[in-house]
């Protein structure tokens, strides 16, 4: 029996993408949540909590681009053409944050004002592009003769809208129970405060695109709900009820670390019902990632090269995070 190699590639183009949507969620979370926190000091130390780590967050972004073009290259040009609209606003939605975030500590008085606008939209529209892109994965893409046969707008649909809403909302819960973990005093009570009506609106969401998926697509119905699969599958939906209950109690609470931990299960709970609805698809409705595959060669080429860059890449992060581990305060970090 060899080795499966377009199953090992899934594997770990699915992990990068799970660590950018941890890492850098509540990294764009933070600029989500500053509109509602208006003291200049307070947005200091939100954006301390990140400012060493944040442009590091990336690299999983670029590793599960990187990865789709070796490993899958009809996937890679299929999904391409079909999102270039809004896969061009989020790299530019995140290219104008990143400058946002430098400029904004060395502006004047009277320029700062402007960076934090920049920063905020700048979250906003990379963020919304993200959930537009999934939504539309999720619906599918018509493909003939190996290319994308569907129209420049066929990802605008109110379904992947209404995904764009949803990451807005669940970027955001990332940033302020990450905030609840880094930050003390008010702008930590401020944040318990927020997640709390946060939660309960990404718990709505994550319904509501659980049951308007499998309404528009008869393969994800049959997938959920047929037998034995609807009790193998049981268990996620209510993990998400349970992980959402501890949730809100943890925001009520004391507990630093726990709202965050536990943002992190929902959406790791999220992520996976995503996967159970389209495996073993990497082109929905009907390319699976064994017909996308790249020669063997060319995977286990490159699958060298990433079984021995990605332990390099999380030793990193690891190190990064514990040295600079702990509460950040008002008046300390970035300069």
């Known amino acids: 029996m060899g080795i499966d190699l377009p199953l090992i590639w899934a594997i770990i183009i699915a992990f990068g993408l799970m660590m950018y949507v941890i890492m850098d969620g509540f990294d764009l979370g933070i600029g989500i949540l500053f509109p509602f926190v208006r003291d200049r000091e307070d947005r200091d130390t939100m954006i301390n909590t990140v400012a060493p780590v944040w442009d590091g967050n990336e690299t999983w972004l670029v590793l599960g681009g990187a990865g789709l073009l070796a490993a899958f290259p009809l996937a890679y040009a ?5 999102l270039y609209l809004p896969l061009v606003l989020m790299l530019a939605g995140l290219i104008w944050r990143g400058v946002a975030f430098e400029f ?28 537009v892109a999934l939504g539309a ?3 599918g893409f018509r493909v003939e003769d190996g290319a994308y046969a569907g129209g420049l707008l066929d990802w605008l649909t109110p379904f992947s809208l209404f995904t764009g ?27 318990r405060a927020l997640g709390r009506p946060v939660t309960l609106a990404l ?27 609807l009790f ?18 943890t925001l009520r609470g004391e ?6 931990l536990l943002t992190l299960i929902l959406l790791f709970l999220g992520y996976t019902g995503l996967a159970i609805s389209l495996w073993p698809h990497i082109i929905p409705p009907d390319v699976t990632i064994w017909a996308a595959a790249a020669p063997p060669q060319s995977m286990g080429f ?16 690891a190190w990064s995070y514990y040295v600079f581990r702990g509460k950040v305060k008002a008046g300390e970090g970035y300069h």
């Open 104 to 131: 904004r500590f060395k502006s004047d008085e009277a320029h700062r004002p402007f960076w934090d606008k920049a920063f905020t939209w700048g979250s906003y529209i990379a963020t919304f592009s993200q959930g």
């Open 137 to 139: 994965f999720i619906n």
């Open 255 to 260: 507990g630093h670390a726990a709202p965050f």
């Open 203 to 229: 718990l709505a969401t994550i319904v509501i695109v659980s049951l308007w998926t499998p309404l528009i697509h008869a393969d994800v119905a049959a997938r959920w709900f047929s037998q034995p699969n």
């Open 302 to 317: 490159t699958l060298v090269g990433a079984l021995f860059i990605i332990p390099f890449i999380l030793a990193y992060t």
């Open 232 to 249: 193998f599958f049981a268990p996620v939906p209510a993990l998400v009820l349970l992980a959402s209950w501890a949730l809100l109690k």
């Open 78 to 82: 299929v999904v391409l053409s079909a």
């Open 165 to 191: 809403a949803g990451l807005l909302i669940a970027y955001a819960l990332l940033g302020a129970t990450w905030l609840v973990m880094k930050t003390e005093g008010p702008l930590q009570e401020r944040m």
